[in-house]
T-cell receptor
């Protein structure tokens, strides 16, 4: 149990285009989902917190107009990178939190490469 | 703001031996959670062990145990009988204990690359 999926696992896009990444909790309902970013050989940095049905809360320094987050249901959150640039290339990881276990379960991540 | 520090970028241990990974943190909060996560080459984050700050007893999960020193703000991970499958990046993480439900995101350390020598 407690499986979180992400789609796509890898995406390559041209500079200036937008990319959407989906995060799904497959066998549980997640009140809260988190989005992290991990640069090569570095740690995970929290980008934003999303609660179902409300606006996401962004960490300091994260552009909310560039990284659009939608948490439309208790099992789905999406991250849209708008007008992507090469510096947005990174590994994006989501996690889903369930109050039942009070635990964050992580997705497998999405590698974004912007050319 | 909370910070998590892992001072060992890389550690190496012989198979079947014991290794300890260090983690210190800084916080003004009295109630919080601490975690160790494993990230193998697949990049999938795997929860190894978790510790509630209000619990004095150190958490244990099979071959993995922690030494939690709240006053010293230290949270080390001991891996006994190291196995080849333990090779990975290990991240120490902090989470505030929020009252009234809900959860905050995790603050991670920079990680320790654990190498297992056969």
């Amino acid at each position: 149990g407690a499986v979180v999926s992400q789609h796509p696992s890898r995406v390559i896009c041209k500079s200036g285009t937008s990319v959407k990444i989906e995060c799904r909790s497959l066998d549980f309902q997640a009140t809260t989902m988190f989005w992290y970013r991990q640069f090569p050989k570095q740690s995970l940095m929290l980008m934003a917190t999303s609660n179902e049905g409300s606006k996401a809360t962004y960490e300091q320094g994260v552009e909310k107009d560039k990284f659009l987050i939608n948490h439309a249901s208790l099992t789905l959150s999406t991250l849209t990178v708008t007008s992507a640039h090469p510096e947005d290339s990174s590994f994006y990881i989501c996690s889903a939190w369930t109050s039942r276990a009070d635990t964050q379960y992580f997705g497998p991540g999405t590698r974004l490469t912007v050319l | 703001a909370q910070t998590v520090t892992q001072s060992q970028p890389e550690m190496s241990v012989q198979e079947a031996e014991t290794v300890t990974l260090s983690c210190t943190y800084d916080t003004s909060e009295s109630d919080y959670y601490l975690f160790w996560y494993k990230q193998p080459p697949s990049r999938q984050m795997i929860l190894v062990i978790r510790q509630e700050a209000y619990k004095q007893q150190n958490a244990t999960e099979n071959r993995f145990s922690v030494n939690f020193q709240k006053a010293a703000k230290s949270f080390s991970l001991k891996i006994s009988d190291s196995q080849l499958g333990d090779a990975a990046m290990y991240f120490c993480a902090y989470r505030s204990a929020r009252s009234g439900g809900g959860a905050d995101g995790l603050t991670f350390g920079k990680g320790t690359h654990l190498i297992i020598q056969p």
